[in-house]
């Protein structure tokens, strides 16, 4: 992760004499797409055990206040935030004094116009001390390979083989499917497992599908438990009416005055008990008492 740095505030550069935006950012739809994907993709995410963290998109990054901003397509730092009075302080776009360490990584996504991704950036991302550099150039521009990513090592980039970054926590893939009716290959943040951190989209129909299932799994309860209560019924029927012969072959019609008692029993096992009692008890008191016990 990258290390701090330590700057007095007294040091601090004039923010208030420096241009921090020029309003003229030119990207294609699918790009701004893109971008908005590996941004807002990460609103509701934590990271790390919560530690905080600003994702942004087209926001310069000024290493000294000497030098013109380099503005990348996405960048993600960990361990920062945005302060309360960064209007009052005019914190615009992502100050290394302010913030004290650049970004974990950059992202640049390479149009049909290239923009030094692998030229000037590649060094000066370097000299600021990002640790990752993405590189996706899904048309093809720079090479045969959609997407390259380098690790800074020694102060110089090498080619990283895997995608995922360990110091923070996430992993990029690239992803074939619909994101706001376009359907394309799109560079999506994953986790360990290789699967992508749901946009807002997403989650939406995954609740909308649990919804779904809970009313089906509702509805099917519902189902087996009024097919329970009707073979409940029925066998209640059943026990009944051979209560209602034993009694009248056994003790008459006597015997049938109880039987508006016993007709309100709706425990089958002690119904059950009756229809079995009734091979054995020689008096009616005695029946009575099995279900009056």
């Not at 960990?78 to 004094?97: A, C, E, F, H, T």
């Not at 009707?230 to 015997?255: M, P, R, V």
Request: hydrophobic share 40%; with cysteine; charged share 20%.
């Amino acid at each position: 992760m990258s290390e701090h740095l330590i700057l007095d505030p007294s040091q601090y550069p004039d923010n208030s004499k420096i241009l921090q935006e020029d309003d003229t950012p030119l990207d294609s739809f699918i790009n701004e797409k893109q971008q908005r994907l590996l941004t807002e993709v990460l609103s509701s995410y934590q990271l790390n055990d919560g530690i905080p963290f600003i994702v942004a998109a087209n926001v310069g990054i000024f290493r000294n206040s000497r030098l013109p901003a380099i503005v990348p397509d996405v960048f993600l730092s960990l361990n920062v935030s945005i302060p309360d009075d960064w209007l009052n302080r005019n914190i615009r776009s992502y100050l290394l004094w302010e913030f004290g360490k650049p970004p974990e990584i950059v992202i640049e996504i390479v149009s049909q116009t290239p923009g030094n991704e692998l030229g000037s950036k590649f060094t000066d991302y370097a000299r600021m001390g990002v640790m990752y550099y993405v590189v996706y150039d899904p048309l093809g521009e720079l090479s045969d390979s959609p997407l390259q990513i380098f690790q800074l090592q020694a102060g110089r980039y090498v080619p990283k083989t895997d995608l995922w970054f360990p110091l923070v926590g996430l992993g990029l893939t690239l992803w074939q499917g619909i994101f706001e009716s376009a359907n394309a290959t799109w560079l999506r943040w994953c986790d360990a497992e290789g699967n992508v951190i749901p946009n807002v989209e997403e989650l939406a129909a995954r609740l909308s599908l649990t919804q779904s299932e809970l009313t089906e799994t509702q509805s099917q309860l519902t189902e087996t438990q009024s097919q329970l209560t009707a073979s409940q019924n029925q066998t209640k029927q059943a026990l009944l009416q051979g209560i209602q012969l034993g009694l009248q072959l056994k003790f008459g019609s006597q015997g049938l005055e109880i039987f508006g008692e016993i007709s309100a029993i709706d425990d089958l096992n002690l119904l059950q008990t009756i229809t079995a009692s009734l091979l054995t008890v020689e008096r009616l008191e005695d029946l009575r008492q099995i279900y009056l016990s």
